[in-house]
C-alpha cells in the first residue's frame, strides 16, 4: 500500500484509520481489483469541490479591480484585414 492507497480489504478491515488519514493527510485512494476505484476525501475537502465557481464575468465584476473602472464592453468593430 502506498501511503495513500489502500485495497478495497484492507480499507474495509482499517476503515477508521482511513478516515483519520482523509481527514488529516489528504485524499486516499481505495483499489478494488488492482484498479483505483474511489477516492474518500474530508468533509471539508468535499465542500470546497461543492462550492459553485464563478463565470468569467462574474470573476471581473467581483474583483476590487472593479473599483477601477474597468471596461468589460466588447468592442463591437470589426477585426482589421490582414494578407496571407
Known amino acids: ?9 484492507e ?13 488529516n493527510s489528504g485524499p486516499q485512494v481505495v483499489t478494488k481489483h488492482g484498479e483505483e476505484a474511489v477516492v474518500v ?15 468569467l464575468v462574474q470573476f471581473f465584476q467581483e474583483s476590487p479591480l472593479m473599483m477601477d473602472d474597468l471596461d468589460l464592453d466588447r468592442d463591437k468593430e470589426l477585426p482589421r484585414e490582414i494578407e496571407l
Open 41 to 55: 476525501i474530508s468533509a471539508s475537502e468535499y465542500r470546497e469541490l461543492l462550492k459553485p465557481q464563478l463565470n
Open 1 to 9: 500500500m502506498l501511503n495513500d492507497h489502500w485495497q478495497l480489504q
Open 11 to 23: 480499507a474495509k478491515n482499517k476503515f477508521s484509520r482511513l478516515v483519520d488519514r482523509a481527514k
